[in-house]
């Protein structure tokens, strides 16, 4: 466990972020997620208003996920700007089936437009939010993770970057304690975590706009769910297969999609056990997304834990 003391590792932290950065200013980049966004109050406790906090519409995020971060960070005098490239990360993501080549291509885009941020706001450094279990897996070679580059002998120049990270050295359990200390809110201190390439990498297949927002719909009904019946996986979420299957609707037939519900426990994400979901809470997730989204015809739950499989599925 590297966080001793939850005080004097802030303390520090924010030490190295000002002496980093100096009067100029830093970006930062916020998905909502836990790691983010209690990077961006780290870095906006060290040095104010030199902190710009961006979150990156990418099309690939939780349902009105940027206008919430927006009204939510305000609470705590921190000022979101929300740049839109949602196009850019399309075009990118176009034709990509396999997971790796999706991975490094979102990756890519992301450093691309930080980049453009970057030169936009005239900000020296980016602070961003990656911590031990994204870098552990991406040089293990499990996958590519979007926020890692200098680990893996990338340099963050290639794309105009100063990179600090802040959190690098810590676990989610350990980011939450950070959060908690830091006065953070507690819907997301304790927030489900939401990987950077967001609903990228649970869409099995070819990454499109409408795919996404299939999967964006079902994405709010397990949340949903989950939430009413009072259970708090580490991460409960719904997956858009490639596969398609035959059902019946209206006496007829019908080809559809499928969606997979996929909840598990874990206090490190390196490993992770599957969520007892109650069965009646499964049937009510079934119902709701065969009814609200009537382009899916089966809804699966998976129940294998991590190892052998991962715990998102690209
Ligand atoms: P896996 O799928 O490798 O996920 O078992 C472990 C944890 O990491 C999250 N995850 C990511 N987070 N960028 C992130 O910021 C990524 O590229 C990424 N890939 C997976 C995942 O949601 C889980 O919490």
């Given at each position: 466990m590297a966080l001793r003391n939850v005080k004097e590792y802030i303390s520090k932290r924010m030490k190295e972020i000002v002496s980093a950065v100096g009067k100029k200013k830093a970006l930062i980049a916020t998905s909502g997620g836990v790691d983010s966004v209690t990077c961006a109050v780290l870095t906006h406790k060290a040095i104010g208003k030199n902190a710009i906090v961006l979150f990156i519409?990418?099309?690939?995020?939780?349902?009105n996920e940027g206008q919430k971060v927006k009204k939510d960070m305000a609470k705590s005098g921190i000022k979101v700007k929300i740049m839109n490239v949602q196009a850019d990360f399309f075009k990118a993501l176009k034709g990509l089936e396999d997971p790796e080549e999706k991975r490094k291509a979102f990756r890519d885009t992301f450093y691309k437009s930080l980049g453009k941020a970057v030169r936009m706001t005239g900000a020296s450094f980016m602070i961003q939010g990656t911590i031990a279990a994204d870098i552990k897996e991406t040089r293990a070679g499990v996958k590519t993770q979007h926020n890692v580059l200098q680990q893996i002998g990338i340099s963050p120049e290639k794309y105009g970057l100063r990179i600090l990270e802040?959190?690098?050295?810590?676990?989610k359990f350990e980011v939450r304690m950070v959060a908690r200390a830091l006065g953070i809110q507690p819907e997301y201190s304790e927030r489900m975590p939401f990987p950077g390439p967001g609903l990228a990498t649970r869409v099995v297949g070819e990454v499109t706009p409408h795919r996404v927002a299939t999967l964006r719909k079902a994405t709010v009904i397990v949340e949903e769910e989950i939430k009413k019946a009072r259970i708090k996986p580490f991460q409960g979420f719904a997956v858009l297969l490639k596969d398609k299957a035959t059902g019946v609707k209206k006496g007829k037939r019908a080809f559809g999609e499928i969606i997979v519900v996929r909840s598990v426990d874990s206090k490190n994400a390196i490993t992770a056990k599957v969520t007892r979901i109650p069965w009646k809470v499964l049937e009510k997730i079934q119902k709701r997304i065969n009814l609200e989204i009537p382009d899916v015809i089966k809804v699966l739950f998976d129940i294998t834990p991590k190892p052998p499989s991962t715990i998102e599925y690209i």
């Open positions: 519409d990418d099309g690939l995020m939780r349902q802040p959190l690098k050295d810590l676990y």
